[in-house]
């Protein structure tokens, strides 16, 4: 059977051109090329092997999760990759892991909020990995709270340091990835004190383990916080929890670009504007959506593939069953998830002009897109996020019994995603500061006061301003509606989505059938969503029962047109059977032989008869269980 | 701080007698009593322990579960424990393990389908434990489509035996629990054939292995399916697979309460009604609606708990943050769990009945009752699992970040949970069914050739007769529109659920308080699905919008009447702590100290620098990567 493509009349029947359509998914042919380049480096080197994750014990695992961080160090050293092909390596090696934080927070964390000068210290240590950073931002007792921090750091100006400290038990440091185990350092937050007076929070360079032996310095308790959700999962990761006991650190290792304490002791601000930190908040959530496409459309890929291969019922006269994936009730679940993977990618790749954007604006002093693109970014984080972690639940779903076995993939992709729902911005407090962003964009229309039009993706709401002459007989506050504002605010994300979706689809899109195709899924996408909110557009007069039901129709006749070619919409995602790590998602739907043989290796088969069968089997079966020593 | 108890306050604000809310939980005193009783003793003994399971490895977990189930036993005949007390002994010890199927589904098998003659044979020994039985009936090709079953049971008149073989790849049986390492015996299910002649699938009891050394039998191949989602969960149990060489069984180890095959080779129906077969399914299925009341209210403890121990924000002239359970955003979404654990649980109790009612019919030979009650326990046990299953998950995120912890508990229920969604019918395959049945039930309306008016809990549909003066335009078919009839059936398994809570509510219930209480719930429930569900109330001209906007501010004001009860009404559980197996939902409060404690049990905090620090952390500080051996 090896070689045989068992989903090959599946890839006949596909209408468009599925190589066109994955320089399309990649966003361009050069990006194409490095994924693909890549990502088959990485799937044939045995040192990156995944597939045992499940079965090592913790330690083993982490242990093994070092050897992979190291050995892709020295694999981008030796092969002298590119700063892009390196982060794709990092990408496609697909464990979480120490090097996250370091590469993604800690060495951006001082290029945004260091000096040039402590960029020039610290920066050529990080790069080679002389020294390893981590970001030590939450604590026990607050994580969306950042005012709440607890830690401080208070200056001592006669020896010009710094004395970090954890002065209750919530205000230990817990969470921080790479803490616990490996960092060197750590980009620590604390609540800065001058002179007797607070000056809110701010980060600090802080030395915990000694380069030499790696213990941890003096006044430093540092460990990791324990098992997570799933088998391997994030449990790759050290997690840590950190007590600072009163640790000195010179005064030019707080970070300093925005604000300063001089060797007098003097709090100031420096000319560097306050909301540059806000440029470097959109940068992390974009690249967030990024990844909700690429964990969405992975489980997509392997719930549409196992679909086609498995079947169930309706044999007639003794022929073969019917594909599950021609059930309407699988295709009314699967394909909306399909549209959604696509849609985030879109939505990712505008997020990644908008960050440009902003960033050039803010380079020449213009804020006044900054609110705007701050919402969006929140707003379509915490819709992306949530959408993908469901939907990756519900690839698991339709895989039906098998997708429960690790051999398929998607538990430990569904439990490696979730956090994504909370770090970075919890996703209902995230909603509630667009809810808050949209209430005051509402609030300004027709004022004579505001002169500002609104304009980017909230400029539809020039076309309500007559809602402002309405009064309306609510008396409560914010708060009393927060539950309803975050429905609002998710509206709001969805019609960004839906109408970027389209913009894309205004653009020339090369290869036979490709625009058809993603016509279609931007039309399910957005039907989907009509379908499923219908409740507010009945109860808000946009729309009428008729309509809804017309919608309704349209929708079954669209998963029509995409079921001949999902399969090809998928294996346009270009994923290595590596990367996608399942049985049920291989290239070649080969599944059933696949899946025997891999169960032969869990540990409880190394014998037949298994351990304890002595102690706590044989006892029962002979009658001697109250005598058995247990 | 030890023995304070931190949520002390929020028990004070109560309006309600707890002690008569848990008896009205439990169902009446008695069962109080027994549950009180034996979860008590689970939790004191440390033989039970279960704390330390997601960081076995699956040996040593496997090996742990099979002595705490002869543990369980041992207690169980030392203590001379009834049926009720053992059966909550076993639940209490809150483990998946062999005896479940053992207890839950060979025993019953025998009973429903075993002559008189082979009760008499096999249940002393199962009940003795002399023999350890499981229930092979999915195969690896086939889970929902039981006609679809590739194993056959070959009848040799020569021998007077049955040839069980597996004649595909496909036709292995695959994940029936306690087969992989455990079981004795099977029943295994198999298409017969008699003289060449097919009669579907049917119930043997095959031995596996030998008891005398527990060596799988000769023709048995058997072992482990491997690691499934979760850290613990369901990786106590050995789901296995089993390929039949021909084993050859004596032919009276065929369950022959319906069909019999007699030493000629002649296949002949009992007088006993196939429809007995129902009936079993109809008890299991309710068994797992109450295990989902038992799930959700688990996990709605944990997050209700937590929610009143966790501040963040607003925080007033440096006094404590808000509660987070005050937020309106964290009502709307907990208090509906809640609200569905008490639904749940009143409707579990409910099917309780239906299904004595049922036997007690069957045994009058009056079936006609049980499509009704096939329809209900198919529809409620994919509303309840479905629902537990999301709710368990949505408890886990309202938790934030703590929640992804395994010591908050939530991970692992959630991935032991999950299954239900699967086993004993896929939820969708079962909602498919109870639309069937509806959609018959409506085609009946009217007819002339029916005598039958709709009962019970199709009653209602006399009142839509007039529909079926309408002739629509639909042309299509039930598959067509299968994903529609979907929703309709949900709707319809919602309106049970509403109207047994209502039905439970018009009964005298004692305890000061308690049926305001749970009228309030039951409120928040039905308001709740309105509110989900509203586009289907409004494009139906059920509701106008302004009743939909009407119901909205009845269950803001509906969440505001449970919040200072919201602590009494988790507390009625009557979990303990060790049930609850969550440090976040502990009754105390008192989370803080204990996550920080818990944190430094894991195995990587046993050595202050890492296994693995010398090869492959050192090498990146020290610049020697190129030469390190990885």
């Known amino acids: 059977m090896e070689g045989v493509d068992h989903l090959a009349h599946e890839r006949n029947k596909s209408e468009f051109d599925v190589d066109a359509m994955k320089i399309v998914w990649a966003g361009s042919p050069h990006a194409f090329d490095v994924s693909d380049r890549i990502s088959k480096l990485v799937a044939s080197d ?211 670009r925005v604000s300063q304490v001089t060797c007098e002791g003097k709090y100031k601000q420096s000319d560097v504007p306050r909301q540059l930190v806000y440029g470097t908040m959109v940068y992390v959530r974009q690249t967030i959506v990024a990844d909700a496409s690429c964990a969405l459309s992975r489980a997509v890929c392997i719930a549409t593939r196992y679909s086609a291969v498995r079947r169930q019922f309706g044999s007639q006269n003794g022929g073969p069953e019917t594909q599950v994936i021609d059930y309407k009730t699988q295709q009314s679940r699967l394909f909306p998830l399909l549209a959604s993977a696509y849609a985030f990618r879109f939505i990712g790749e505008w997020l990644k002009w908008l960050y440009a954007d902003v960033t050039q604006r803010l380079q020449a002093n213009d804020f006044s897109t900054l609110p705007e693109a701050h919402a969006c970014t929140a707003g379509l984080k915490s819709l992306t996020t949530t959408a993908t972690a469901d939907g990756i639940e519900e690839c698991r779903k339709l895989c039906g019994g098998h997708g429960y076995l690790c051999s398929s993939g998607l538990p430990e992709l569904f439990a490696v995603y979730v956090p994504a729902c909370t770090y970075e911005g919890d996703n209902t407090v995230l909603l509630l500061q667009v809810a808050r962003f949209l209430m005051k964009t509402v609030s300004q229309l027709g004022s004579r006061l505001s002169s500002k039009k609104p304009v980017g993706t909230i400029a539809y709401m020039t076309r309500v301003e007559h809602l402002m002459q309405c009064r309306c007989g609510v008396q409560r506050g914010f708060a009393e509606l927060s539950a309803d504002l975050v429905e609002a605010a998710v509206a709001h994300c969805q019609l960004i989505v839906v109408s970027k979706f389209i913009e894309k689809l205004q653009q020339e899109i090369p290869g036979k059938g490709v625009k058809q195709q993603l016509e279609v899924l931007c039309n399910i996408y957005a039907l989907f969503l009509l379908h499923k909110h219908q409740g507010d557009f009945l109860s808000t007069g946009c729309i009428t029962p008729k309509h809804a039901a017309l919608a309704n129709d349209e929708l079954r006749s669209l998963y029509s047109q995409v079921r001949p070619n999902a399969i090809a919409l998928v294996d346009a995602f270009n994923y290595t059977d590596h990367y996608l790590g399942s049985i049920l998602g291989c290239y070649d739907g080969n599944v059933y032989p696949k899946l025997y043989e891999a169960a032969w290796k869990d540990p409880l088969n190394e014998s037949v008869v298994p351990d304890g069968y002595h102690l706590y089997i044989r006892p029962l079966l002979k009658q001697e269980i109250r005598t058995a020593r247990l």
Request: aromatic share 10%; charged share 20%.
């Open 46 to 256: 045995p040192g990156f092997r995944k597939d045992n994750r499940s079965t090592l014990s913790r330690k083993e695992l982490f242990k093994n999760t070092l050897r992979k961080a190291a050995y892709a160090w020295k694999t981008i050293v030796d092969l002298r990759l590119s700063e892009e092909e390196a982060a794709k390596l990092r990408f496609y090696v697909d464990e979480p892991a120490f090097t996250d934080l370091h590469w993604g927070m800690f060495i951006p964390a001082i290029k945004g909020q260091g000096t040039e000068e402590q960029q020039q210290k610290w920066l050529p240590l990080a790069y080679k990995m002389q020294i390893i950073g981590c970001y030590a931002q939450t604590e026990l007792g607050h994580g969306s709270n950042v005012q709440g921090l607890e830690t401080t750091a208070t200056f001592d100006s006669q020896t010009d340091e710094f004395i970090i400290h954890s002065p209750t038990l919530t205000s230990s440091k817990w969470w921080p990835g790479g803490l616990g185990k490996v960092a060197t350092h750590a980009i620590a937050y604390a609540r800065l004190i001058v002179g007797g007076r607070e000056h809110g929070v701010h980060g600090f360079i802080v030395q915990l383990r000694s380069l030499e032996d790696h213990s941890p310095l003096l006044g430093i308790t540092v460990g990791d916080i324990g098992m997570k959700f799933g088998n391997g999962a994030y449990n790759t990761m050290d997690n840590g929890v950190l007590q600072f006991d009163h640790v000195r650190i010179p005064r030019n290792q707080m970070l300093m």
